[in-house]
């Protein structure tokens, strides 16, 4: 019920840091912004004590982890996949243009007989 409670007023901190830059429409716009980071930084403040919000981190940090340990292709092999992507994509598109002039030469010309004039 706790947690509830907490979580509860995590959003109640959230939306009053979106309220509070609506509310400071007069101010200057570094204050607005402020005033919303303030709610956010606060509801995390509040949300990081409830026992989902210290599993939710705890899975952001193993994450984080994780993305560490991806090993990225190098320039050369990211330039050679997008060359034979952009191969492979004019070769369907001569493929699919020569089948649709096939299919239409076929059923106009010969099956209908309404050749173009």
Do not use: H, N
Request: aromatic share 12%; hydrophobic share 60%.
């Amino acid at each position: 019920m706790a947690d509830k409670i907490k979580f509860a007023l995590a959003l109640l901190l959230l939306a009053a840091g979106v309220a509070g830059f609506y509310l400071l429409a007069e101010q200057a716009m570094i204050l607005r912004v402020l005033a919303v980071l303030a709610g956010v930084g606060l509801c995390t403040a509040v949300a990081w004590q409830t026992s989902p919000g210290q599993q939710f981190f705890g899975f952001a940090k193993e994450a984080t982890v994780e993305a560490k340990k991806v090993v990225w292709p190098t320039r050369k092999e990211t330039l050679q996949a997008t060359g034979l992507v952009f191969a492979f994509v004019v070769l369907m598109a001569v493929f699919l243009w020569l089948t649709d002039k096939s299919l239409e030469w076929v059923l106009y010309d010969l099956i209908l007989g309404w050749s173009k004039s």
